[in-house]
């Protein structure tokens, strides 16, 4: 410890040190004056700052200076592209130092368990991989400049309806695998400085005072170093809290719960050492912040604009482009329709509202524009139907060369708070868009939403361009995909499915009850999907270009390695085309292990790079893949194993689309000891060369008996027929005693399982 933090813990008189562990108001940490020790601020994100004006008289907290608003956390997603994402972090930690602020309240990390959870939009994937990469660039960029992040909201937090009190009832592996492993994967390779514990349970236990998963797991297994605060109002008991690794309670209690913990301490209850440890990791974070305070800093609002249309860019998905309608050309008479070009969508609602100076509508965007015509058609903020609108709109369509048509679903649909009930789009949309296809054959949506959204009109148009949320640099950066200044290059996150009733959570997501089951367990997005052969609407993974990109020979370094080994994956990607582009390569590993007993998904995504390439240009990419591509989560072992046997490693274009594959043998360096037991069958033993032969004459004098017509009824020898494998196979070793009339012993069981397990 720090020997100017120590000294000023030992000179902290008890009620001091519980004053310092809640915040002194909505965002600041306490000040002693009397100590020297300061406050800091922090405030919400994650896609700009949102930091209260606290030049406002009446104190109000929603109200926040200027700032500027970046693509949601699920555009930074769509990007797969590590080194944009880390640079948005950049730029906010430059914004967080001009404002003096300690830490930024995010990324949001977790899993879109279901696509109706209100807060997808902040968060990146359905795949922990990609979640975890993403949080983790984006942790890099934002403490490179001397400013904390705050990882949140950790974790089983997938869902608004009740969100203080539901209980996330995940089981030990999907919770490894699922839903800690993108925390895990952030918390290791970028150590935020703070982590923000959730508002829920987690199995039976309160995320703020889950002492297993806020010290067990984070920091003795993690090694997590930084301080975990509370989200907003998350306490419930805070003596267990502290005890359990809850350092900071925010926003301040006003001392609600501060003699309980005094009382705590002097009665006994609470170890006044884990208060102090609460402390030291608090004073740590203040001093920390301001020790790399650059009172220099600038925050350039005009060229962080620039940025924020070039990031939302980066993060366009393309769906679908039949006939090549897009890009438009120049001469292209073009209609657009829609309240959203006029007034974007293009962040979310709830904590992460962003106060903006200034934003890109598309119309702005198009601004001397004298082949475009634009009618309304229908309103950007509800799902009344305006028939004068609507008509006008799909009138005009008919003499348009194409007609563009901006879709997405209204702020009032999707937040933070609550879920939403359905995927659909507002009734208007849906209704406009097939009658303007009924009349005009180059039909484009632009999608503004948040999350999946079902498109019942997919199949009417020409071409579906997914912008999400795409910040206040939205119009420029959907303009210049639109007319091809730009190429294309985000794939999506999440998959869309065609009906919501098709996802794995359908049956267990919110509905009224405390206890959320994750029945599904691991079969979370494109594992489900592709487990069941369920039809999709677009797959994880999925986006086109403008470009062709074709793929090479794809290599492995090696076919056979130990699970503390690597391999190194290498494909040449190839633009046929006359145009540049981006490619997303996407890496999976499927296990190929015919006898195993542990449930899989097809494919899990193990690797990303996006490769920018010069028409007709070839370049070689490639990845080194490590023991976490083909581990999973053993609960008996209580630690990651990988199963001994054969992986496929699959060069992707998206989680259901394999361009290659090459297999490699993975076992572990340290197998797996088998320990067996009176319940132990005869396959199992048998699949262990070792096992099977020790056992082999036990099994057989069995066999014998089991055959031997004499002593038995020779019809029940024959109602098994003679395959005596397929009866032998699922026989453990008692009912080989207790079935063999006597010929095999309690004792030769005994002495055969200290054989087997010596
Ligand atoms: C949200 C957090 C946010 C905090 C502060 C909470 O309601 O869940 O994500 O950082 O408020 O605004």
Known sequence: MDTKIRSLIKKLTLEEKVSLCSGSDFWHTREIERLGIPSVMVCDGPAGLRKQNLEDE?????NSIKAVCFPAAVNLAASFDTDLVQSVGEAIGEACQA???AAILGPGNNIKRSPLCGRNFEYYSEDPYLSGKTAAAFIRGVQSKGVGTSLKHFCGNNQEYRRNSYDSRIDERTLREIYLKG?????????PWTVMCAYNLVNGVQMSQNKRILTDILRDEWGFKGLVMSDWGAVRDRVKGIAAGL?????SSYAAYDA???????GGELDEADLDTCVERILDFVFKAVDNHDDKAVWNKDEQH???RDIATECVVLLKNEERVLPIKNDDHVLFVGGFAKKPRFQGGGSSHINCMNVDSVLYAMQGNSKLVYEEGFSAVSDERDDKLFNRAVAAAKDADKVVVFAGLPDSWESEGYDRKNMDLPQVQNDIISDIAAVNDHVIVVLQNGSPVAMPWADKVSAILETYLGGEGVGVATVRALYGKINPSGRLPETFPLRVEDCSSYIDFSGDCEEIEYREGIFVGYRYFTKKKIPVQFPFGYGLSYST???GRMSCDTDTMKDDETVEVTVDVINESNIPGKEVVQVYVEADIPDTRIRRAVRQLAGFKKVFLEPHEKKTVSFILDKSAFAYYDTKLGDWYVEPGDYKVEICKNAEEVISSMTVNVSPRKPQKRVYDENSVYMDIMKDPAAGKIAAPFFEKFAATFLDSGKRDESAAEAFGT???????????????????GDLTYKDMKELLEKLNR
Do not use: C, H
């Open 247 to 251: 350092d900071l309670e925010m926003p």
């Open 58 to 62: 009446n104190g109000d907290v929603n």
């Open 99 to 101: 404002e003096n602020i």
């Open 723 to 741: 395959d005596l494998e397929v009866y032998l196979r699922d026989t453990t070793l008692r009912n080989a005693v207790n079935m063999s009339l």
């Open 549 to 551: 990109f074709t793929y």
């Open 260 to 266: 309980l913990v005094i009382d705590a301490v002097r």
């Open 306 to 308: 620039l940025l924020a």
């Open 183 to 191: 925390f895990e994967i952030a918390v290791k390779e970028s150590q």
